[in-house]
T-cell receptor
Framework: DAKTTQPNSMESNEEEPVHLPCNHSTISGTDYIHWYRQLPSQGPEYVIHGLTSNVNNRMASLAIAEDRKSSTLILHRATLRDAAVYYCILRPKYSGAGSYQLTFGKGTKLSVIP | DSGVTQTPKHLITATGQRVTLRCSPRSGDLSVYWYQQSLDQGLQFLIQYYNGEERAKGNILERFSAQQFPDLHSELNLSSLELGDSALYFC???????????????FGPGTRLTVL
């Protein structure tokens, strides 16, 4: 499986934008880039995903490099509630068979400073 | 609230014992995934069931087993427990209808197992 590399930790001031990087230099053409986050004492939750184009949703934006070897999760205004571990995960395109379990790395622990 | 429920929330038991963790998926979701989260190994996939059938296995020990019942709830059975089995166990569910490009998984709050 293609692997991802993320910084172990990052800090952000409250109400400022946060850019969380992820490197995935061995990504295949059919891999989707997913982001999940895990708030303290909770299970992981889906944040956003993309294939080639940049994506926006109510939680965040995902910027994908043109060569797809890296991506950046953007939180436009960090709040205290955004303090969590953020996981960048590669998942193959659904092919009608098999399992689509998530393979978690160590993620980036984001601290938000009031 | 993800819509996935897990019971019990906490479980304390002794080495050598057997426990059962229960998961109820979101209404309509056919797939159930089990994950283990420990301090040294992080979040690891254990096993997946889809509509009652085992679909995939990950790093699941032979002492562990799972099943999914006709009402789609799932149970994870852990036997001959060892100290190293102490961890958070998460269940996740997804629709797995084959048409979604992302097959989002919804995680429960987890069961914290402590083996003494």
């Amino acid at each position: 499986d293609a692997k991802t590399t993320q910084p172990n930790s990052m800090e952000s001031n409250e109400e400022e934008p946060v850019h969380l990087p992820c490197n995935h230099s061995t990504i295949s053409g059919t891999d989707y880039i997913h982001w999940y986050r895990q708030l303290p004492s909770q299970g992981p939750e889906y944040v956003i995903h993309g294939l080639t184009s940049n994506v926006n949703n109510r939680m965040a934006s995902l910027a994908i490099a043109e060569d797809r070897k890296s991506s950046t999760l953007i939180l436009h205004r960090a709040t205290l509630r955004d303090a969590a571990v953020y996981y960048c995960i590669l998942r193959p395109k659904y092919s009608g068979a098999g399992s689509y379990q998530l393979t978690f790395g160590k993620g980036t622990k984001l601290s938000v400073i009031p | 609230d993800s819509g996935v429920t897990q019971t019990p929330k906490h479980l304390i038991t002794a080495t050598g014992q057997r426990v059962t963790l229960r998961c109820s998926p979101r209404s309509g979701d056919l797939s159930v995934y089990w994950y283990q989260q420990s301090l040294d190994q992080g979040l690891q996939f254990l096993i997946q069931y889809y509509n009652g059938e085992e679909r995939a296995k990950g790093n699941i020990l032979e002492r562990f087993s799972a099943q999914q019942f006709p009402d789609l709830h799932s149970e994870l059975n852990l036997s001959s427990l060892e100290l190293g089995d102490s961890a958070l166990y998460f269940c996740a569910s997804s629709a797995s209808n084959g048409r979604s490009s992302y097959n989002e998984q919804f995680f429960g709050p987890g069961t914290r197992l402590t083996v003494l």
